[in-house]
Every structure is written in structure tokens, then in C-alpha cells.
């Protein structure tokens, strides 16, 4: 049974979303699923003993996707389609494998998942009709990790192969000898990142993002650079509205190459529930209370997908 606080999570998102969508996720609802392949750096099995660092090359599903709990976003809205977010599926062998979930923003708005709960919920209720002021403007005035994250710019991408994204909390690395280091991981574009005013995504149409991809993946694989900021002694590594000084060092885990476009409503695709937790010898949650909270939202949430979809 989840708990409490994660069906009041589940209720909460569904109302900022305008009610529950069914058969989609209730956040990052629009997304486009791709297939590659993941080469790891010879610091990868230095950092770690996890199977895809030690592989030659692991088989990846990849998700893009837009921020919104609604399935009918577009890429160009101003409101609804930042932050970008992308999940990565390493498939280690049958039914086994470990995921990697990050965003645009290098941030959380929350510490903790009833923190989460507290702004969604002050959020969904400050929509057309609400008091003046709105009930988030008192949450961000007394959280102010909060505050910058919604104030953080979030401009839309000329691509999603153009937009650098974040893992938001940190993870325990552990490597064959036994040594362990905390550290979260962090995507790099090979294509550097390019974005759009206001007016030139304003001209955009609604689905621009992924016929982007497609032309670009007909010149050739779209690839990213996998990185890990290490903390050093004193960083705080429980904390998601923690960042470190970008002065840490950032360690090469390996390159993601993505290849091409695949079909997201196959039926083995529409059952992938990614996963905070990465679940596999080598890496694990460094303590933050919310992975644990994303992780059982994650699997409350795809198991009702997957039953709207098998209807």
C-alpha cells in the first residue's frame, strides 16, 4: 500500500494538472522515447563498480519530455513546457536494469516530499478564481528554495539535444575496492546549448521539439556527455535545494548516443516507470528522503498508467 503522503502527492499533481490524465504521467505528461547506446569513460569503473560502468557499451531507452501533467502541452508554451526533463534507462539484462531522472533546472523546490506536497498544493491552488494574493506567493515567502526555483530562467530550447540537464539528488558511487564518493550526475550536449526568446518560440509550432530531433538524427546519433559533480567533505548530499560550488570537480562517467526515435506507445514502452532509486550494486541513494518519496510516486503513478492502459 503507498503511503499517505504519497497519495496525497498522486492528488495534488493531478489537480495542478486540471484532474488526472489517464494512461499519462501526472507530471512530464508529453514526452518522446529514443533508443541508443551508452559507452562508459575509463573514470566511470573507477568511481564505481555499477555493470554499465564496466561494460563496453549498455543498450538505452531515453525520454525527453515537457514539464506539464497535462498530455496536450506545447513545446513552445511560455507556463507549461519548462522545465525539459529527460530519463535514461540502462538495460543491464532481462528485467534488469538502473535509471538516471534529471531536468533543465539545476535545482528542487522542495527539501523533503511533505515540503513537495505543501507547494504543489499551494500551486494547484492559485489558479483562475483563487484569492489575492495567490496561496503560492505566502509559500514562496517563507521558502525561499522555492522561490528560486520558480524564479530560475527556463528558457525553451532550440532542441532537446541543446538543453543541459540535471540529476537533482546525490548519489553514493562505491567502487570495487570498496571506496565510496557522493556525487550527482549532470548531462552536457555535445551540441552545447542554444535557446529561444520569447518571440521565437512564441513562432514555433506546438510540436516542434521532437520533429527537431527527428531531422537531426537523420544527419547522424545525438550524443551527451555524462558527468558527476563530486562533493567534497562538508557538501551537504541529503538535500536537493543544495547546490554545490561549480568549482567541484566533475568526473566523466561516459557518453549517451542517441540513435533514434522509437515508439513510446509499443506496449513494453507504455509499462517503463522509471525510477529515482538506481537499484544496482555500486550506486545508491546518498540519504535524501526525497528519492525514496520519488521513487514510490514514481511506481504508484506508472502502475495506474499501465492499468488505464490495458483497458
Do not use: C
Amino acid at each position: 500500500m503507498p503511503s499517505k503522503l504519497v497519495t496525497d502527492l498522486l492528488d495534488a499533481l493531478d489537480k495542478l494538472a486540471g484532474g488526472a490524465h489517464p494512461g499519462y504521467r501526472p507530471v512530464h505528461a508529453r514526452g518522446m522515447m529514443y533508443a541508443g547506446t551508452f559507452t562508459p569513460s575509463p573514470a566511470a569503473a573507477q568511481l564505481t563498480r555499477a555493470a554499465h560502468a564496466r561494460r563496453p557499451t549498455t543498450p538505452v531507452t531515453v525520454r525527453f519530455s515537457l514539464a506539464a501533467g497535462m498530455p496536450t502541452v506545447a513545446d513552445n508554451d511560455p507556463a507549461e513546457a519548462s522545465p525539459q526533463a529527460l530519463a535514461v534507462r540502462f538495460h543491464l539484462g532481462d528485467h534488469v536494469h538502473t535509471d538516471i531522472i534529471a531536468h533543465s533546472v539545476d535545482a528542487f523546490p522542495a527539501r523533503t516530499g511533505e515540503e513537495f506536497l505543501a507547494f504543489i498544493r499551494a500551486a494547484a491552488a492559485s489558479g483562475p478564481g483563487a484569492p489575492t494574493p495567490p496561496p503560492i506567493m505566502a509559500f514562496l515567502a517563507t521558502h525561499p528554495a522555492a522561490k528560486a526555483f520558480v524564479e530560475a530562467p527556463k528558457p525553451i530550447p532550440t532542441s532537446f539535444a541543446r538543453q543541459a540537464y540535471f540529476a537533482i539528488t546525490a548519489f553514493k558511487f562505491t567502487s570495487a575496492a570498496g571506496q565510496s564518493r557522493f556525487g550527482r550526475f549532470r548531462f552536457r550536449p555535445d551540441a552545447g546549448t542554444e535557446f529561444l526568446t520569447s518571440a521565437q518560440a512564441a513562432a514555433k509550432p506546438a510540436d516542434f521539439l521532437a520533429a527537431e530531433m527527428s531531422e537531426r538524427l537523420a544527419a547522424g546519433p545525438v550524443r551527451f556527455r555524462i558527468l558527476v559533480q563530486m562533493a567534497e567533505s562538508g557538501d551537504v548530499v541529503t538535500d536537493s535545494t543544495v547546490n554545490w560550488p561549480e568549482s567541484r570537480e566533475l568526473v566523466e562517467f561516459g557518453t549517451l548516443a542517441i540513435t533514434e526515435r522509437v515508439d513510446e506507445l509499443a506496449p513494453e514502452r507504455r509499462k517503463i516507470i522509471f525510477d529515482p532509486l538506481p537499484r544496482v550494486d555500486g550506486i545508491d541513494s546518498a540519504g535524501d528522503p526525497l528519492t525514496d518519496v520519488r521513487s514510490d510516486l514514481y511506481l504508484v503513478s506508472g502502475r495506474r498508467r499501465r492499468a488505464a492502459a490495458a483497458k
